[in-house]
Protein backbone atom coordinates (compact mmCIF):
# COMPACT_ATOMS: atom_id res chain seq x y z
CA UNK A 1 0.00 0.00 0.00
CA UNK A 2 1.24 3.60 -0.63
CA UNK A 3 2.45 5.70 2.73
CA UNK A 4 -0.86 8.24 3.00
CA UNK A 5 -0.31 8.51 6.39
CA UNK A 6 -1.44 12.30 7.34
CA UNK A 7 -2.88 12.97 4.25
CA UNK A 8 -6.23 14.43 3.11
CA UNK A 9 -7.66 13.87 0.01
CA UNK A 10 -10.99 15.21 -1.71
CA UNK A 11 -13.27 12.46 -3.27
CA UNK A 12 -11.43 12.32 -6.82
CA UNK A 13 -8.10 11.97 -5.69
CA UNK A 14 -9.26 9.09 -3.06
CA UNK A 15 -11.22 7.49 -5.86
CA UNK A 16 -8.10 7.09 -7.73
CA UNK A 17 -5.91 6.41 -5.32
CA UNK A 18 -8.44 3.25 -4.52
CA UNK A 19 -8.54 2.47 -8.58
CA UNK A 20 -4.78 2.21 -8.24
CA UNK A 21 -4.88 -0.14 -5.41
CA UNK A 22 -3.10 2.07 -3.28
CA UNK A 23 -5.57 2.72 -0.78
CA UNK A 24 -8.46 1.16 0.86
CA UNK A 25 -11.88 2.91 2.40
CA UNK A 26 -10.57 1.17 5.40
CA UNK A 27 -7.39 3.32 5.96
CA UNK A 28 -9.39 6.40 5.95
CA UNK A 29 -11.61 8.83 7.70
CA UNK A 30 -14.28 10.68 5.98
CA UNK A 31 -15.71 14.06 7.48
CA UNK A 32 -17.73 16.33 5.76
CA UNK A 33 -16.26 19.56 3.95
CA UNK A 34 -18.08 22.24 5.58
CA UNK A 35 -20.15 22.01 8.66
CA UNK A 36 -22.36 25.57 10.29
CA UNK A 37 -19.86 28.08 8.36
CA UNK A 38 -16.70 26.29 9.22
CA UNK A 39 -14.91 24.80 6.39
CA UNK A 40 -12.88 21.72 8.13
CA UNK A 41 -10.13 21.92 5.64
CA UNK A 42 -8.78 25.51 6.12
CA UNK A 43 -11.00 26.07 9.42
CA UNK A 44 -12.28 29.18 7.93
CA UNK A 45 -15.18 30.32 9.91
CA UNK A 46 -15.89 33.90 8.50
CA UNK A 47 -19.21 33.95 6.88
CA UNK A 48 -18.05 36.39 4.37
CA UNK A 49 -15.71 33.75 2.86
CA UNK A 50 -18.71 30.98 2.54
CA UNK A 51 -21.05 31.10 -0.87
CA UNK A 52 -24.20 29.46 -0.84
CA UNK A 53 -26.50 28.35 -4.14
CA UNK A 54 -29.38 25.68 -4.37
CA UNK A 55 -28.98 22.39 -6.04
CA UNK A 56 -31.66 20.50 -6.64
CA UNK A 57 -34.14 22.22 -4.14
CA UNK A 58 -31.02 21.95 -1.88
CA UNK A 59 -29.09 24.80 -0.38
CA UNK A 60 -25.20 23.54 -0.80
CA UNK A 61 -22.30 26.13 0.75
CA UNK A 62 -19.08 26.23 0.20
CA UNK A 63 -15.73 28.16 1.59
CA UNK A 64 -14.57 30.51 -0.84
CA UNK A 65 -11.62 31.13 1.40
CA UNK A 66 -9.23 27.46 -0.10
CA UNK A 67 -11.03 27.27 -3.52
CA UNK A 68 -8.10 27.23 -5.37
CA UNK A 69 -7.55 23.77 -3.94
CA UNK A 70 -10.54 22.33 -5.07
CA UNK A 71 -14.37 22.93 -4.33
CA UNK A 72 -14.90 21.93 -0.72
CA UNK A 73 -19.07 22.20 0.41
CA UNK A 74 -21.66 21.01 2.33
CA UNK A 75 -22.17 18.43 0.34
CA UNK A 76 -18.88 17.38 -0.28
CA UNK A 77 -16.56 14.93 1.91
CA UNK A 78 -12.99 15.39 3.42
CA UNK A 79 -11.07 11.91 3.06
CA UNK A 80 -8.33 11.60 5.78
CA UNK A 81 -5.70 8.82 6.06
CA UNK A 82 -5.43 7.11 8.51
CA UNK A 83 -2.97 4.23 7.37
CA UNK A 84 -0.17 3.56 9.81
CA UNK A 85 3.47 4.47 8.73
CA UNK A 86 6.96 3.80 10.20
CA UNK A 87 10.40 5.72 9.50
CA UNK A 88 13.05 3.26 8.97
CA UNK A 89 16.35 3.32 11.58
CA UNK A 90 19.06 4.69 8.97
CA UNK A 91 16.19 7.11 7.59
CA UNK A 92 17.92 10.35 9.80
CA UNK A 93 21.48 9.35 8.46
CA UNK A 94 23.43 13.09 7.96
CA UNK A 95 25.53 13.37 5.30
CA UNK A 96 27.59 15.82 7.15
CA UNK A 97 30.37 17.06 5.11
CA UNK A 98 30.40 20.67 6.84
CA UNK A 99 31.51 21.61 9.82
CA UNK A 100 29.15 24.16 11.63
CA UNK A 101 30.82 27.29 13.77
CA UNK A 102 30.31 27.91 16.99
CA UNK A 103 27.15 30.25 16.13
CA UNK A 104 25.45 27.44 13.85
CA UNK A 105 26.08 24.99 16.88
CA UNK A 106 24.26 27.38 19.49
CA UNK A 107 21.29 27.25 16.92
CA UNK A 108 21.45 23.74 16.39
CA UNK A 109 21.16 22.39 20.30
CA UNK A 110 18.87 25.27 20.63
CA UNK A 111 16.47 23.73 18.07
CA UNK A 112 16.81 20.17 19.78
CA UNK A 113 15.95 21.29 22.40
CA UNK A 114 13.03 22.56 21.41
CA UNK A 115 12.35 19.94 19.68
CA UNK A 116 12.79 17.46 22.66
CA UNK A 117 10.38 19.22 24.91
CA UNK A 118 7.91 19.97 21.71
CA UNK A 119 7.28 23.63 22.51
CA UNK A 120 7.48 26.00 19.56
CA UNK A 121 10.76 28.72 19.17
CA UNK A 122 12.62 30.90 16.61
CA UNK A 123 16.12 31.35 15.65
CA UNK A 124 16.96 35.00 14.48
CA UNK A 125 19.39 34.83 12.42
CA UNK A 126 21.46 37.21 10.78
CA UNK A 127 21.40 36.54 6.18
CA UNK A 128 24.12 34.92 5.52
CA UNK A 129 24.43 33.13 8.94
CA UNK A 130 23.84 29.61 7.70
CA UNK A 131 20.15 28.76 8.62
CA UNK A 132 19.86 26.09 6.61
CA UNK A 133 22.63 23.82 8.27
CA UNK A 134 21.54 25.05 11.47
CA UNK A 135 18.62 22.41 11.05
CA UNK A 136 20.11 19.49 9.98
CA UNK A 137 21.29 18.18 13.13
CA UNK A 138 17.37 18.88 14.51
CA UNK A 139 15.84 17.22 11.44
CA UNK A 140 18.26 14.11 11.98
CA UNK A 141 16.67 13.75 15.84
CA UNK A 142 13.34 14.18 14.35
CA UNK A 143 13.94 11.30 12.26
CA UNK A 144 15.72 8.90 14.26
CA UNK A 145 12.81 9.65 16.80
CA UNK A 146 10.74 8.32 14.00
CA UNK A 147 8.90 11.81 13.25
CA UNK A 148 8.08 12.91 9.99
CA UNK A 149 9.62 16.50 9.20
CA UNK A 150 7.84 19.15 7.49
CA UNK A 151 10.12 22.13 6.12
CA UNK A 152 7.85 25.15 4.83
CA UNK A 153 8.71 28.30 3.01
CA UNK A 154 6.33 30.86 1.47
CA UNK A 155 7.74 30.98 -1.58
CA UNK A 156 8.34 28.56 -4.23
CA UNK A 157 11.22 30.13 -6.17
CA UNK A 158 13.06 29.21 -2.13
CA UNK A 159 11.56 25.74 -2.11
CA UNK A 160 13.13 24.65 -5.45
CA UNK A 161 16.36 26.46 -4.41
CA UNK A 162 16.28 24.40 -0.97
CA UNK A 163 15.25 20.51 -1.64
CA UNK A 164 18.51 19.93 -3.68
CA UNK A 165 20.48 20.54 -0.33
CA UNK A 166 18.41 18.97 1.83
CA UNK A 167 18.64 15.85 -0.25
CA UNK A 168 22.38 16.20 -0.41
CA UNK A 169 22.29 16.15 3.31
CA UNK A 170 19.64 13.07 3.98
CA UNK A 171 20.58 10.47 1.14
CA UNK A 172 18.72 7.71 3.06
CA UNK A 173 15.30 9.63 3.21
CA UNK A 174 12.68 9.99 0.96
CA UNK A 175 12.42 13.77 0.24
CA UNK A 176 9.24 15.11 -1.37
CA UNK A 177 8.92 19.09 -2.94
CA UNK A 178 5.57 20.60 -3.05
CA UNK A 179 4.86 23.84 -4.79
CA UNK A 180 2.44 24.67 -7.53
CA UNK A 181 3.83 23.16 -10.52
CA UNK A 182 5.17 20.50 -8.36
CA UNK A 183 4.70 16.19 -9.99
CA UNK A 184 4.77 15.30 -6.82
CA UNK A 185 1.61 16.10 -4.76
CA UNK A 186 0.10 12.57 -4.70
CA UNK A 187 3.21 11.96 -2.47
CA UNK A 188 4.38 12.07 0.62
CA UNK A 189 7.72 11.54 2.52
CA UNK A 190 10.27 11.19 5.54
CA UNK A 191 10.50 15.17 4.89
CA UNK A 192 8.31 17.39 2.75
CA UNK A 193 9.68 20.49 1.51
CA UNK A 194 6.90 22.88 0.86
CA UNK A 195 5.21 26.11 0.49
CA UNK A 196 2.80 26.90 2.96
CA UNK A 197 -0.04 26.35 0.95
CA UNK A 198 0.72 22.84 -0.06
CA UNK A 199 0.15 21.76 3.59
CA UNK A 200 -3.47 22.19 3.33
CA UNK A 201 -2.56 18.44 1.81
CA UNK A 202 -1.88 17.40 5.42
CA UNK A 203 -3.80 16.43 8.43
CA UNK A 204 -1.70 15.85 11.46
CA UNK A 205 0.91 14.23 9.71
CA UNK A 206 4.14 16.28 10.71
CA UNK A 207 5.74 16.00 14.37
CA UNK A 208 8.38 18.29 13.54
CA UNK A 209 7.63 21.66 11.64
CA UNK A 210 10.09 24.45 10.08
CA UNK A 211 8.50 27.41 8.72
CA UNK A 212 11.24 29.24 6.75
CA UNK A 213 11.19 33.03 6.35
CA UNK A 214 8.15 32.87 8.30
CA UNK A 215 7.80 36.95 8.25
CA UNK A 216 7.56 36.54 4.29
CA UNK A 217 4.58 37.59 2.44
CA UNK A 218 2.40 35.79 1.76
CA UNK A 219 2.63 33.39 5.34
CA UNK A 220 2.51 36.74 7.42
CA UNK A 221 -0.66 38.52 5.39
CA UNK A 222 -2.79 35.38 5.32
CA UNK A 223 -4.11 34.08 8.55
CA UNK A 224 -5.42 30.68 6.38
CA UNK A 225 -1.85 29.52 6.00
CA UNK A 226 -1.03 29.92 9.57
CA UNK A 227 -4.11 27.99 10.27
CA UNK A 228 -3.39 25.06 7.29
CA UNK A 229 0.06 24.94 9.25
CA UNK A 230 -1.14 24.29 12.67
CA UNK A 231 -3.92 21.87 11.24
CA UNK A 232 -0.68 19.86 9.24
CA UNK A 233 1.26 19.27 12.60
CA UNK A 234 0.15 16.64 15.42
CA UNK A 235 -0.91 18.24 18.37
CA UNK A 236 2.60 16.99 20.48
CA UNK A 237 4.60 18.71 17.30
CA UNK A 238 7.56 20.65 18.21
CA UNK A 239 7.91 24.13 15.43
CA UNK A 240 11.24 26.53 14.46
CA UNK A 241 10.69 29.18 13.04
CA UNK A 242 13.46 30.47 11.65
CA UNK A 243 14.22 34.23 10.27
CA UNK A 244 16.45 36.75 9.43
CA UNK A 245 13.91 39.90 10.35
CA UNK A 246 11.10 39.11 12.34
CA UNK A 247 8.05 40.35 12.20
CA UNK A 248 7.43 43.68 15.23
CA UNK A 249 4.82 41.25 16.62
CA UNK A 250 7.71 38.48 16.96
CA UNK A 251 10.29 40.85 18.57
CA UNK A 252 7.71 41.81 21.48
CA UNK A 253 7.34 38.14 21.78
CA UNK A 254 10.62 37.08 22.13
CA UNK A 255 11.26 40.60 24.14
CA UNK A 256 8.36 39.34 26.83
CA UNK A 257 9.78 36.08 26.87
CA UNK A 258 6.48 34.76 25.24
CA UNK A 259 8.91 33.05 22.27
CA UNK A 260 11.54 31.12 23.21
CA UNK A 261 14.53 32.31 20.72
CA UNK A 262 18.12 31.88 19.66
CA UNK A 263 19.86 34.92 18.40
CA UNK A 264 22.32 34.82 15.84
CA UNK A 265 23.73 38.33 15.32
CA UNK A 266 26.88 37.28 12.99
CA UNK A 267 27.54 35.13 9.82
CA UNK A 268 29.14 31.89 9.78
CA UNK A 269 32.25 33.43 8.41
CA UNK A 270 32.10 36.08 11.26
CA UNK A 271 32.64 38.93 8.91
CA UNK A 272 30.62 42.45 9.96
CA UNK A 273 27.22 42.54 7.80
CA UNK A 274 27.32 45.15 4.69
CA UNK A 275 26.47 48.37 5.85
CA UNK A 276 24.00 50.06 3.01
CA UNK A 277 24.96 53.57 1.71
CA UNK A 278 21.95 55.87 0.79
CA UNK A 279 22.90 57.96 -2.74
CA UNK A 280 20.09 60.79 -3.86
CA UNK A 281 18.77 60.11 -6.95
CA UNK A 282 16.30 61.75 -9.44
CA UNK A 283 13.44 59.98 -10.44
CA UNK A 284 14.09 56.75 -11.14
CA UNK A 285 10.59 56.01 -12.61
CA UNK A 286 10.11 59.08 -14.86
CA UNK A 287 13.88 59.14 -15.77
CA UNK A 288 13.36 54.99 -17.26
CA UNK A 289 9.71 55.63 -18.68
CA UNK A 290 11.15 58.39 -21.49
CA UNK A 291 14.28 55.44 -21.81
CA UNK A 292 16.68 57.99 -19.74
CA UNK A 293 18.99 56.64 -17.09
CA UNK A 294 19.79 58.96 -13.39
CA UNK A 295 23.30 60.40 -14.26
CA UNK A 296 23.86 58.89 -10.48
CA UNK A 297 22.77 55.34 -11.57
CA UNK A 298 24.99 55.59 -14.84
CA UNK A 299 27.87 56.86 -13.05
CA UNK A 300 27.83 53.80 -10.28
CA UNK A 301 26.97 51.54 -13.28
CA UNK A 302 29.77 52.59 -15.34
CA UNK A 303 32.41 52.03 -11.99
CA UNK A 304 31.14 48.69 -11.64
CA UNK A 305 31.98 48.09 -15.44
CA UNK A 306 35.14 49.45 -15.05
CA UNK A 307 35.67 47.42 -11.57
CA UNK A 308 34.42 44.07 -13.25
CA UNK A 309 32.03 44.04 -10.82
CA UNK A 310 28.77 41.86 -10.89
CA UNK A 311 25.66 42.96 -9.03
CA UNK A 312 22.11 42.51 -8.77
CA UNK A 313 19.76 45.35 -9.55
CA UNK A 314 16.39 45.59 -7.68
CA UNK A 315 13.76 47.44 -9.47
CA UNK A 316 10.28 47.39 -7.44
CA UNK A 317 8.12 46.48 -10.30
CA UNK A 318 7.87 44.81 -13.40
CA UNK A 319 6.97 47.76 -15.22
CA UNK A 320 9.92 49.95 -13.78
CA UNK A 321 12.17 46.65 -14.84
CA UNK A 322 11.20 46.38 -18.50
CA UNK A 323 11.71 50.47 -18.92
CA UNK A 324 15.27 50.02 -16.76
CA UNK A 325 16.45 47.28 -19.48
CA UNK A 326 15.12 48.68 -22.10
CA UNK A 327 16.94 52.34 -21.35
CA UNK A 328 20.33 50.16 -20.80
CA UNK A 329 20.21 48.67 -23.62
CA UNK A 330 20.02 52.24 -25.48
CA UNK A 331 21.69 54.76 -23.52
CA UNK A 332 24.70 52.65 -22.01
CA UNK A 333 24.40 49.85 -25.06
CA UNK A 334 24.80 46.92 -22.16
CA UNK A 335 21.91 44.29 -22.62
CA UNK A 336 21.26 42.63 -19.20
CA UNK A 337 18.60 40.15 -18.74
CA UNK A 338 15.37 40.66 -16.26
CA UNK A 339 14.06 37.69 -13.63
CA UNK A 340 10.18 38.92 -12.78
CA UNK A 341 7.64 36.33 -11.09
CA UNK A 342 5.82 35.95 -14.25
CA UNK A 343 8.79 35.33 -15.94
CA UNK A 344 8.85 31.99 -17.73
CA UNK A 345 12.56 31.83 -17.95
CA UNK A 346 13.34 33.26 -14.62
CA UNK A 347 14.85 30.25 -12.82
CA UNK A 348 17.22 29.70 -16.44
CA UNK A 349 18.51 33.18 -15.85
CA UNK A 350 18.88 32.69 -12.23
CA UNK A 351 21.05 29.98 -12.68
CA UNK A 352 23.27 31.66 -15.50
CA UNK A 353 23.54 34.42 -13.19
CA UNK A 354 24.92 32.14 -10.14
CA UNK A 355 27.07 30.64 -12.76
CA UNK A 356 29.08 33.73 -13.32
CA UNK A 357 27.40 34.19 -16.74
CA UNK A 358 26.90 38.67 -17.41
CA UNK A 359 27.54 41.63 -15.03
CA UNK A 360 24.41 42.27 -14.16
CA UNK A 361 20.85 40.92 -13.68
CA UNK A 362 17.83 42.97 -13.66
CA UNK A 363 15.08 41.68 -10.69
CA UNK A 364 12.03 42.57 -8.69
CA UNK A 365 12.10 40.86 -5.02
CA UNK A 366 11.69 37.50 -5.84
CA UNK A 367 15.39 37.36 -5.25
CA UNK A 368 14.92 39.13 -2.36
CA UNK A 369 15.46 36.36 -0.43
CA UNK A 370 16.94 32.49 -0.44
CA UNK A 371 19.36 32.94 -2.63
CA UNK A 372 22.97 32.82 -2.37
CA UNK A 373 25.41 34.13 -5.49
CA UNK A 374 29.21 34.94 -4.60
CA UNK A 375 30.89 38.09 -4.77
CA UNK A 376 28.14 40.81 -5.83
CA UNK A 377 26.86 43.89 -4.90
CA UNK A 378 23.48 45.03 -5.43
CA UNK A 379 21.91 48.10 -5.73
CA UNK A 380 18.18 48.99 -4.98
CA UNK A 381 16.25 51.77 -7.29
CA UNK A 382 13.55 53.58 -6.13
CA UNK A 383 14.63 52.65 -2.72
CA UNK A 384 11.41 54.85 -1.27
CA UNK A 385 8.96 52.90 -2.78
CA UNK A 386 6.27 51.29 -0.36
CA UNK A 387 7.04 47.60 -2.05
CA UNK A 388 10.09 48.17 -0.23
CA UNK A 389 9.57 47.70 3.95
CA UNK A 390 12.01 47.68 6.63
CA UNK A 391 12.62 43.70 6.11
CA UNK A 392 12.89 43.67 2.32
CA UNK A 393 15.83 45.90 2.65
CA UNK A 394 17.49 44.02 5.05
CA UNK A 395 16.92 40.65 3.52
CA UNK A 396 18.43 42.56 -0.01
CA UNK A 397 21.42 43.70 1.97
CA UNK A 398 21.82 40.46 2.85
CA UNK A 399 22.58 39.15 -0.83
CA UNK A 400 26.22 40.85 -0.65
CA UNK A 401 28.96 39.46 1.47
CA UNK A 402 27.44 36.23 1.91
CA UNK A 403 31.00 33.66 0.77
CA UNK A 404 33.68 33.35 3.17
CA UNK A 405 35.82 33.97 -0.06
CA UNK A 406 34.38 37.16 -0.40
CA UNK A 407 32.57 38.38 2.56
CA UNK A 408 31.79 42.03 1.79
CA UNK A 409 30.36 43.86 -1.11
CA UNK A 410 28.74 47.13 -1.69
CA UNK A 411 24.73 47.76 -1.06
CA UNK A 412 23.58 51.07 -2.14
CA UNK A 413 20.18 52.36 -1.98
CA UNK A 414 19.34 54.80 -4.84
CA UNK A 415 16.60 57.20 -3.59
CA UNK A 416 14.28 60.35 -4.19
CA UNK A 417 13.65 60.90 -0.30
CA UNK A 418 14.56 58.62 2.65
CA UNK A 419 11.68 56.97 4.25
CA UNK A 420 11.68 55.40 7.84
CA UNK A 421 11.90 52.24 6.24
CA UNK A 422 14.99 52.62 4.86
CA UNK A 423 16.55 54.40 8.17
CA UNK A 424 15.40 50.98 10.56
CA UNK A 425 17.26 48.85 7.36
CA UNK A 426 20.18 50.93 8.06
CA UNK A 427 19.67 50.46 11.73
CA UNK A 428 18.75 46.85 12.61
CA UNK A 429 21.76 46.08 10.26
CA UNK A 430 24.21 48.07 12.79
CA UNK A 431 22.57 46.87 15.86
CA UNK A 432 23.61 43.26 14.42
CA UNK A 433 27.20 44.20 13.85
CA UNK A 434 26.77 45.74 17.31
CA UNK A 435 25.72 43.27 19.03
CA UNK A 436 27.88 40.17 17.42
CA UNK A 437 31.24 42.77 18.17
CA UNK A 438 29.95 42.55 22.37
CA UNK A 439 30.11 38.99 21.82
CA UNK A 440 33.42 39.16 20.57
CA UNK A 441 32.24 37.00 17.22
CA UNK A 442 33.61 39.46 14.48
CA UNK A 443 36.56 38.98 12.59
CA UNK A 444 38.95 42.10 11.32
CA UNK A 445 38.43 42.87 7.79
CA UNK A 446 42.10 42.67 6.25
CA UNK A 447 41.62 45.40 3.29
Excluded at 163 to 182: C, D, M, Q, W, Y
Excluded at 202 to 225: G, K, R, S
Excluded at 328 to 353: G, H, Q, T, W
Amino acid sequence: MKDTYGREFLKTEFLQLMKQGLLSSSEVATINGVVDFVCNRCLNNDVDYFATFKYKEKNITYCRRCLDFGIISSETKLYRSSSNHQILPNIGTLNKDFQLSSLQERASNFSKDILKQKKTGIIWAVCGAGKTEMMFESIALALTLGKRVCWAIPRSDVVIELAPRIKEAFPNAKIVTLHGNSDEKADYGDIVVTTVHQMIRFYAAFAFLIIDEVDAFPYTFDEMLMRIAKRACTPDSATIYLSATPTKNDKIKIKNGRLASCIIPARYHLFPLDIPKFKWSSNFFKQVTVNKIPEQVKVWLARKIKEGRRALLFVPTIDSGLKFQTALERRMKIAVPFVYSSNPDRFDKVNRFKQGEGQFLITTMILERGVTIANIDVAIFCAEHDVYDESALVQISGRVGRSPEWPTGEIVFFHHGITKAMEDAKSQIINMNKLAKEQGLLKELSL
